[in-house]
């Protein structure tokens, strides 16, 4: 009696797993402790990059009448960005997709989100804070483009229609779970192409709509030098940033448990110091190794790697930083020989280094890069990039030209030569400093 039971029971579990695998395999997702306290920790980086590391860095690259201003963004976007990211933004990115290209509103206000619902073993209010500091970051990222000399109203205006036009609908295409590029391939690690390639490309637009900073350029289209306020402001804020980005980039595998986040953290300085020297080095030939050009190579590089940053070696880190480290420099000098008025360089950090980092993924990953034998990941890199720098750069110029026909989106000349600090704030960042009579 007991040696049929025996054997039903087992004919029964051999049944089940032939029929029904998933059923037999299944396993109850739990919260997992320590990748929820490395995920805190994340946010909690990402967001320190903005605030106050990115503010801090442009801060210092402006001129001293206009501090305060670019502060003032920067403040200002983070609280509009996560309002709407909460309201309505993180539901178009990340709930479920419509064809592929933008997802639905079921998440609006958090409506699906309760404080037992779990993305993988996260908390996915945790989740959805996590991608908010990213899409804090992305719009932030633009403004230094056209620093010191749009109104302030323009710039709060055209950063909210942003996020949910542009960047909401990118991250659902490459994060979003059933995003079309996700479908076709395409591999973008923490965002060198969601958020720092859309931030370039948007930028680009930018300084093209509003035009260049008075004094810029001579009669004869020459480029004039604009020292910022304080260099020491601009290094203090790349330090921060590149703190920062262990949450950025490490922080993306989305635990903490059963992955090798050292491996991701290594890559990750290795470009970012690479990069660093191959811009101060190349700064050199046109005399001196330039600050401002070395502070900017060590953010290329981080750029560079961030797509690829899991996924490549430590030779593959070394080569994607020296060759972000050369583009930066190459890039902003062609800027500026083109007639355009990139005030921080963002363009190319951020948008042709965040192209780069899309495509070196293609190249030097172990698995399936062209240096390594693979081909499959070439052709989807490519269209991620043609995808996204089409839609951020034409979505944002027509933007920014509805805003500025009906609106306007610049100061007027004399508050542009008195500063955005006093024209735009009423104040300034130095008063005490300020000579009375």
Same mark, same amino acid.
């Given at each position: 009696?007991?040696?049929?039971?025996?054997?039903?029971?087992?004919?029964?579990?051999?049944?089940?797993?032939?029929?029904?695998?998933?059923?037999?395999?299944?396993?109850?997702?739990?919260?997992?402790?320590?990748?929820?306290?490395?995920?805190?920790?994340?946010?909690?980086?990402?967001?320190?990059?903005?605030?106050?590391?990115?503010?801090?860095?442009?801060?210092?690259?402006?001129? &001293?009448?206009?501090?305060?201003?670019?502060?003032?963004?920067?403040?200002?976007?983070?609280?509009?960005?996560?309002?709407?990211?909460?309201?309505?933004?993180?539901?178009?990115?990340?709930? !479920?997709?419509?064809?592929?290209?933008?997802?639905?509103?079921?998440?609006?206000?958090?409506?699906?989100?309760?404080?037992?619902?779990?993305?993988?073993?996260?908390?996915?209010?945790?989740?959805?804070?996590?991608?908010?500091?990213?899409?804090?970051?992305?719009?932030?990222?633009?403004?230094?483009?056209?620093?010191?000399?749009?109104?302030?109203?323009?710039?709060?205006?055209?950063?909210?229609?942003?996020?949910?036009?542009?960047?909401?609908?990118?991250?659902?295409?490459?994060?979003?779970? &059933?995003?079309?590029?996700?479908?076709?391939?395409?591999?973008?690690?923490?965002?060198?192409?969601?958020?720092?390639?859309?931030?370039?490309?948007?930028?680009?637009?930018?300084?093209?709509?509003?035009?260049?900073?008075?004094?810029?350029?001579?009669?004869?289209?020459?480029?004039?030098?604009?020292?910022?306020? &304080?260099?020491?402001?601009?290094?203090?804020?790349?330090?921060?940033?590149?703190?920062?980005?262990?949450?950025?980039?490490?922080?993306?595998?989305?635990?903490?448990?059963?992955?090798?986040?050292?491996?991701?953290?290594?890559?990750?300085?290795?470009?970012?110091?690479?990069?660093?020297?191959?811009?101060?080095?190349?700064?050199?030939?046109?005399?001196?190794?330039?600050?401002?050009?070395?502070?900017?190579?060590?953010?290329?590089?981080?750029?560079?790697?961030?797509?690829?940053?899991?996924?490549?070696?430590?030779?593959?880190?070394?080569?994607?930083?020296?060759?972000?480290?050369?583009?930066?420099?190459?890039?902003?000098?062609?800027?500026?020989?083109?007639?355009?008025?990139?005030?921080?360089?963002?363009?190319?950090?951020?948008?042709?280094?965040?192209?780069?980092?899309?495509?070196?993924?293609?190249?030097?990953?172990?698995?399936?890069?062209?240096?390594?034998?693979?081909?499959?990941?070439?052709?989807?890199?490519?269209?991620?990039?043609?995808?996204?720098?089409?839609?951020?750069?034409?979505?944002?110029?027509?933007?920014?030209?509805?805003?500025?026909?009906?609106?306007?989106?610049?100061?007027?000349?004399?508050?542009?030569?008195? !500063?955005?600090?006093?024209?735009?704030?009423?104040?300034?960042?130095?008063?005490?400093?300020?000579?009375?009579?």
């Amino acid at each position: 009696m007991l040696q049929n039971q025996w054997i039903e029971n087992i004919a029964r579990a051999l049944l089940v797993l032939v029929l029904f695998p998933e059923m037999a395999m299944a396993e109850e997702v739990t919260l997992n402790e320590g990748n929820t306290a490395w995920i805190l920790t994340s946010t909690a980086l990402v967001l320190f990059m903005s605030l106050p590391g990115l503010a801090l860095f442009y801060g210092g690259l402006v001129r &001293s009448k206009n501090v305060l201003s670019i502060l003032m963004q920067c403040f200002a976007i983070a609280g509009i960005a996560s309002i709407l990211w909460l309201l309505v933004g993180y539901s178009i990115a990340f709930s !479920g997709g419509n064809g592929g290209f933008i997802g639905g509103f079921s998440n609006v206000l958090f409506a699906e989100i309760q404080e037992d619902t779990l993305s993988g073993d996260l908390p996915e209010s945790l989740f959805a804070i996590f991608q908010m500091t990213f899409a804090i970051i992305t719009p932030a990222l633009i403004i230094g483009g056209f620093a010191e000399r749009m109104k302030f109203s323009a710039v709060l205006l055209f950063s909210a229609i942003w996020l949910l036009v542009v960047y909401a609908p990118i991250t659902h295409w490459v994060w979003g779970g &059933s995003g079309w590029l996700t479908d076709i391939g395409f591999v973008d690690f923490a965002g060198s192409g969601v958020v720092h390639m859309v931030g370039g490309f948007a930028a680009l637009a930018g300084i093209q709509v509003v035009g260049p900073r008075i004094g810029k350029f001579d009669s004869n289209g020459k480029p004039l030098p604009i020292p910022g306020s &304080s260099m020491v402001a601009a290094a203090l804020g790349v330090f921060i940033l590149w703190f920062g980005w262990y949450g950025f980039n490490v922080g993306s595998a989305l635990a903490a448990v059963d992955v090798d986040l050292a491996a991701i953290a290594v890559t990750t300085t290795l470009s970012a110091s690479a990069a660093s020297v191959a811009a101060m080095y190349t700064s050199m030939i046109a005399g001196k190794p330039n600050v401002g050009m070395t502070l900017n190579g060590a953010l290329s590089g981080l750029v560079g790697i961030t797509a690829g940053c899991a996924n490549v070696n430590n030779l593959g880190a070394v080569i994607i930083g020296l060759v972000s480290g050369v583009l930066v420099v190459g890039s902003i000098n062609l800027i500026e020989r083109k007639g355009l008025d990139d005030a921080v360089g963002a363009v190319s950090v951020h948008g042709v280094c965040g192209a780069w980092g899309v495509l070196a993924v293609s190249l030097f990953d172990t698995s399936e890069g062209v240096f390594y034998g693979g081909t499959s990941l070439l052709v989807p890199q490519v269209i991620g990039i043609l995808a996204i720098g089409s839609w951020a750069y034409l979505t944002s110029y027509a933007v920014l030209k509805v805003i500025d026909l009906n609106f306007g989106l610049r100061v007027s000349k004399e508050e542009e030569i008195a !500063g955005l600090d006093v024209s735009e704030h009423g104040t300034t960042a130095y008063g005490d400093f300020i000579l009375k009579k």
